[in-house]
């Protein structure tokens, strides 16, 4: 929403103010009134966002299992958000995030047939 550009700025910084709540709201008294959207958020990631190095979540992706109660394409879900974050921290690069998807999934399903 905020590189669409499709809200004006202000607007969406007073919705991201009003939708905050509970403890997080108390970081808003931290920051300037006139924080951006963006510093706003950067501020609530830093606190409360995954603070996993990209090693750990490289070997989260690698021991992934499917869950006894979870459909396929859960589990697919849950390793493109895995790759993503690891792309995010510079362990892996973006062009390599299809093929490893592609090569676990299905080294996967043929250990589970086997």
């Known amino acids: 929403m905020l590189s669409s550009n499709i809200y004006h ?9 009003n939708a905050i709540g509970g403890k997080p709201r108390k970081i808003l ?5 006139t924080a951006t959207s963006e510093e706003i958020l950067e501020a609530l990631e830093s606190n409360y966002g995954d603070i996993k190095s ?6 989260e992706y690698y021991k ?13 879900i849950r390793l ?30 043929e250990q589970r047939t086997q």
């Open 9 to 17: 700025k202000e607007i969406l910084r007073q919705a991201i103010r």
């Open 54 to 59: 990209g090693e750990c979540i490289m070997e």
């Open 80 to 109: 493109e958000d895995l790759v993503q974050k690891a792309i995010d921290r510079g362990e892996i690069q973006t062009h390599r995030r299809e093929q490893m998807l592609r090569t676990r999934f299905w080294k996967y399903k």
């Open 64 to 76: 992934a299992k499917q869950e006894k109660e979870e459909d396929i394409s859960a589990w697919g």
């Open 29 to 33: 008294a931290t920051l300037k009134p």
